[in-house]
């Protein structure tokens, strides 16, 4: 089992690479970004881009992985956004990951003056955009005419210095979403059940994964692949599980999903006064003691 923190891009960068450092020196597997334009309790504060803070993030560490976590045709085009993560992934030297799933209803859904699509507009255009970024990803030239998203003659040389291209982690509990995972994804990721903390006890949490994850594996046995092959990821922190209360409390959170078959978790760096308040010694000592406990 690996860890991984989440950074939200709300630091000036004088600070804010000391925090990737630190993520880094404190041995995390990867470092991940929320690709938003703003997001929630967040909107009236400092809020970054995500692809700019990985870029410096690349030329401030070393090791460490770096991602999205996740982004979504809300404001973005496939080929716009393949021209970035290539430029993304040659400055960390192959170490980009790109969580990418369909968007959602929030703030990035109506910036650009656009009416919120609905759940299966959405889908219908994730459909359409991730089988596209993965050519334009994958091909020097692309020329392809869809119902929401085109290239025309798009170049895309020398392309991704990960090969084929870059991995692709698919946020996806529908079964469209879980069939493109099955089909593109080099990995899965889930944040629990969509409905909230306020809805799931905690010791029903566990269930839900575990169902998302039957899935899943039914989604890869249609496409013809071991359900092995895909990294499977739980994004902590939309649930009302308190893994980071204590290193005791991480051990037990993570020895719970390591069972159910989850490879990598993913914990959000502690951000004072916010949804992400937690104690920050606490934090570092699961960083560099709580999988070593869990053995």
Not at 14 to 23: D, L, S, T, V, Y
Not at 121 to 148: K, N, Y
Not at 216 to 242: F, H, K, Y
Not at 260 to 273: A, K, Q, S, T
């Amino acid at each position: 089992m690996r860890l991984s923190t989440v950074i939200l891009p709300i630091h000036r960068w004088n600070e804010g690479q000391k925090i990737w450092r630190r993520a880094e020196d404190l041995g995390f597997h990867a470092a991940y970004t929320y690709d938003h334009l703003s997001w929630r309790s967040f909107r009236e504060e400092p809020w970054f881009g995500a692809l700019p803070t990985l870029t410096a993030a690349a030329t401030a560490t070393e090791r460490i992985r770096l991602g999205t976590l996740v982004t979504s045709p809300n404001f973005r085009h496939p080929v716009t956004l393949a021209k970035e993560l290539i430029s993304v992934d040659d400055i960390s030297d192959g170490r980009l990951t790109v969580g990418i799933g369909v968007g959602g209803a929030g703030f990035d859904a109506t910036v650009m003056g656009q009416e919120p699509w609905t759940a299966r507009e959405r889908a219908d255009r994730f459909d359409e955009f991730l089988p596209l970024l993965d050519r334009l990803l994958t091909q020097d030239a692309t020329t392809e005419e869809g119902r929401f998203y085109s290239a025309v003659e798009a170049r895309n040389i020398p392309g991704c210095v990960q090969r084929p291209r870059v991995p692709f982690y698919v946020a996806a509990t529908g079964p469209r979403g879980l069939k493109l995972a099955a089909e593109y994804g080099q990995g899965w990721v889930t944040y629990g059940d969509p409905r909230g903390p306020e809805d799931v006890p905690v010791d029903q949490a566990p269930a839900v994964v575990e169902a998302q994850l039957a899935k899943l594996r039914a989604a890869c046995e249609a496409n013809g692949r071991d359900i092995a092959s895909i990294n499977t990821v739980l994004l902590q922190g939309s649930t009302a599980e308190r893994p980071l209360a204590s290193v005791d409390a991480f051990v037990d959170w993570a020895g719970t999903y390591r069972e159910l078959g989850i490879d990598e978790l993913v914990i959000h760096w502690p951000v004072p006064d916010s949804v992400f308040a937690n104690d920050l010694d606490v934090f570092e000592r699961i960083a560099t003691e709580g999988l070593r406990q869990l053995g």
